[in-house]
């Protein structure tokens, strides 16, 4: 079984933890290091011989459009992340089709191929977001990867189905979740932090049971996380702070042995898979949906 290794490209400032105290307008005046991180986690691929997706903010791509090429160079899949880390629920229809087209616009000039493949910010399509698949499935993305089917303070769609699904009738867009492991009474996300911040069994864990389900797991993780070197924010909160720096340092270490021990590959190349092979279940309808059917 082939899994979905893919990576959130943006920059230490760029996270939702410190969107209420670092102001978008300051980002041009903070140092970045989303270049040299990226290509860290580039060379680690290289070593480890895999391939990956880099869903990447537009943000960084008109900056840094040499580095889109090397990820293309690479043999890496290049997708959106939307243009700079706005939650899809906090935008309307048109807001987030303009945010889709801006973002997409730069990515492809910068990489010079296609971008087929869509994750939300902070996986922030859910039930408040009845509108956001059909947008993408009009500007003719085959497939988005944003939904964590957890319960979660910043984010999360329980009711959201573990696995692959389509979530319009009249489109073949692909929903396909990022991987959770399944544990008494809950679901628990496996990805980014948790995976830093937690014993890394708990991903292999969950990709044992998605493979024994006849599934591929979806991983994540965002190349500020390793990155012990980073700047300090401080006026942000003890929580934040916490998920956000700790373990930094173990990061790589630990990604160089999760990578060894399955394997691994595009997103996209696993999404083709998925669709040929495996069930695609409708997209739950919202509690608003419910009520007023």
């Known amino acids: 079984m082939r899994h979905a290794l893919t990576v959130d490209v943006e920059d230490w400032f760029q996270v939702g933890a410190f969107e209420q105290v670092i102001d978008k307008a300051d980002w041009n005046s903070l140092e970045s290091r989303v270049e040299r991180n990226t290509d860290a986690v580039l060379a680690l691929f290289a070593e480890s011989g895999v391939t990956a997706t880099f869903f990447t903010l537009g943000w960084v791509a008109r900056r840094f ?3 889109m090429r ?3 160079a690479g043999g890496h899949e290049l997708a959106s992340h939307g243009w700079d880390h706005q939650r899809v629920f906090t935008m309307d229809p048109a807001m987030f ?5 801006k973002a997409r616009q730069v990515l492809e000039d910068a990489g010079g191929v296609a971008v087929t493949g869509y994750r939300a910010p902070s996986f922030s ?3 408040r977001t009845p509108w956001a698949h059909a947008e993408l499935a009009a500007a003719g993305y085959t497939y988005s990867s944003s939904v964590a089917p957890i319960r979660h303070d910043h984010y999360g769609w329980p009711e959201a189905p573990r696995y692959a699904f389509r979530p319009l009738a009249d489109s073949p867009l692909v929903e396909v979740p990022v991987t959770v492991a399944d544990l008494p009474g809950r679901r628990m996300a496996t990805g980014g ?3 830093r911040l937690l014993p890394a069994g708990l991903m292999n864990f969950a990709v044992r049971q998605v493979t024994g389900d006849g599934r591929p797991a979806v991983f994540y993780f965002h190349p500020w996380e390793i990155d012990p070197g980073q700047p300090r924010v401080r006026a942000a909160p003890l929580r934040s702070r916490l998920r956000h720096y700790s373990r930094l ?3 790589a270490g630990k990604l160089r042995t999760l990578i060894a021990s399955h394997e691994w590959g595009r997103m996209d190349e696993v999404v083709a898979r998925a669709v040929v092979s495996l069930p695609i279940t409708p997209r739950p309808m919202a509690e608003a949906d419910r009520r007023a059917a």
Request: zero cysteines; charged letters at 20%.
């Open 125 to 127: 399509i859910d039930t």
């Open 249 to 251: 340092g173990a990061m």
């Open 65 to 67: 459009p040499a580095l």
């Open 70 to 72: 090397r990820i293309v």
């Open 193 to 195: 932090g948790f995976f």
């Open 97 to 101: 089709r303009a945010d889709l087209a």
